[in-house]
């Protein structure tokens, strides 16, 4: 028997709408289900994984989650919650951003065929590119009304006198589409159920409505609450853009870094969503953090867990030692661990200043370090003063005036830490 898999969406607070009889059906059987992707970049960012949490529920419940990529639909741009149309992209870019979508994908779900429940990636343009126009305008244009699709909230706004911008008919045609895609899942897959964000419910009705009319069939849809923050300002963006779950694009330390920050109204909610933890053990975090909210155990706790689900251990503790570089006690020997990546994400903002690398390799005076040759202080006085003071630390142990900077002290053979003081950072780059 499955577990009770929208239940567990319920008390996680997941559950926006849900098709009537949709429960029971999946108390009762397994059912395979689906989502779509929309492959408008080659990774997916945080806003996706609320969506992949919903997958890898649907599977531990002990149904078969089908992950769709929309390669055709990404060709036309949906108007749900958009308020102008979309950029559409060429094949080339679309195969690039498919291939990482999928290589992604395959870190949270399961896939191994030998499973009942096994996962499936599909990609939409497969039974698309088909399709001509008079075919698709014949078979599934005349089982769905205009007055139907007029009626959609995604097409009023649209149409509303507030926007400028109108819709084309390329952007109308978008839940007809939507909505063949379910009905070919239904008849190849045996797939009863599509879900989604709350912005797709338009769509995702108009799938079992055209399976109703064409193939006299019933599917059922259940959507999740969009993600919002409690200040008002959009989730899984930064003043840096996205936080992606591509290492290459949001470093393991930015997305750890993104978690942390997370405000305590907003970490009960992320604590739910995000992590796999049962209902008992959550509750007590949200009572142990509301005792002692400086210890923002729930953001170190929600941080830990995703950032290792996302990304790896390693990863984790790497990120862990980074934070701890500038929020904690640390050596030059965890600086010299880090990669440049990370190195330069941590210290993002930082004053910096070129030396040549004949000056490392011949030792450079601290006074040449902080003043003459990078400017760090304002002059060799400065310098002098802040060395007397004790206050002058470089890659973050304590140095005095008599100390001579050498090819031994570069973090990955290209950088020195400065710093005056806890929080004066200045970055030496050797060329």
Aim: charged share 25%; aromatic share 10%; with cysteine.
């Amino acid at each position: 028997m499955p577990e009770n898999f929208v239940e567990e969406l319920r008390w996680r607070g997941m559950l926006h709408d849900i098709m009537p009889e949709t429960e029971e059906l999946l108390l009762k059987e397994s059912v395979a289900g689906y989502i779509g992707f929309d492959p408008t970049a080659d990774s997916l960012h945080i806003g996706s994984l609320v969506q992949i949490m919903i997958l890898m529920h649907f599977q531990k419940s002990g149904h078969k989650p089908i992950a769709l990529v929309g390669g055709a639909t990404g060709m036309i741009g949906d108007p749900s919650g958009k308020s102008q149309e979309r950029n559409l992209l060429d094949e080339e870019t679309l195969n690039k951003n498919i291939e990482g979508i999928k290589n992604q994908l395959a870190r949270f779900l399961d896939f191994d065929a030998s499973h009942n429940n096994a996962a499936e990636l599909v990609n939409n343009y497969d039974w698309m590119k088909k399709f001509s126009l008079i075919e698709f305008v014949r078979d599934i244009g005349k089982h769905i009304t205009v007055n139907y699709m007029m009626a959609k909230d995604s097409v009023k706004k649209r149409l509303s006198a507030e926007s400028k911008e109108g819709m084309s008919f390329t952007e109308f045609t978008y839940q007809l589409f939507q909505g063949y895609d379910f009905l070919h899942l239904y008849n190849e897959k045996n797939c009863k159920l599509q879900m989604g964000g709350s912005d797709q419910w338009g769509n995702i009705t108009t799938g079992t409505e055209l399976i109703r009319r064409k193939a006299g069939g019933k599917a059922y849809a259940i959507t999740c609450p969009l993600i919002t923050k409690a200040d008002g300002t959009k989730f899984g963006k930064t003043e840096g853009g996205n936080v992606w779950l591509d290492a290459e694009r949001t470093s393991p330390y930015k997305f750890y870094q993104y978690w942390l920050n997370a405000s305590d109204e907003d970490a009960e909610n992320y604590i739910k969503i995000f992590t796999f933890l049962e209902k008992e053990e959550i509750e007590q975090l949200i009572i142990q953090h509301k005792e002692a909210p400086h210890l923002r155990l729930l953001q170190k706790k929600i941080a830990e867990e995703v950032t290792r689900m996302v990304h790896s251990e390693e990863e984790l503790e790497n990120a862990v030692k980074a934070s701890n570089i500038l929020f904690g006690k640390s050596t030059s020997q965890d600086l010299k661990g880090l990669n440049e990546k990370t190195f330069l994400d941590i210290f993002d903002g930082v004053p910096q200043a070129e030396v040549s690398i004949a000056d490392i390799e011949t030792g450079l005076d601290m006074i040449g370090a902080l003043s003459a040759k990078t400017g760090f202080l304002s002059s060799n006085a400065d310098a002098r003063r802040a060395l007397k003071e004790n206050s002058i630390s470089v890659n973050k142990e304590k140095v005095k005036e008599d100390y001579t900077i050498t090819t031994a002290d570069l973090i990955n053979n290209k950088f020195v830490l400065l710093q005056r003081g806890r929080k004066n950072y200045f970055v030496v780059v050797v060329k």
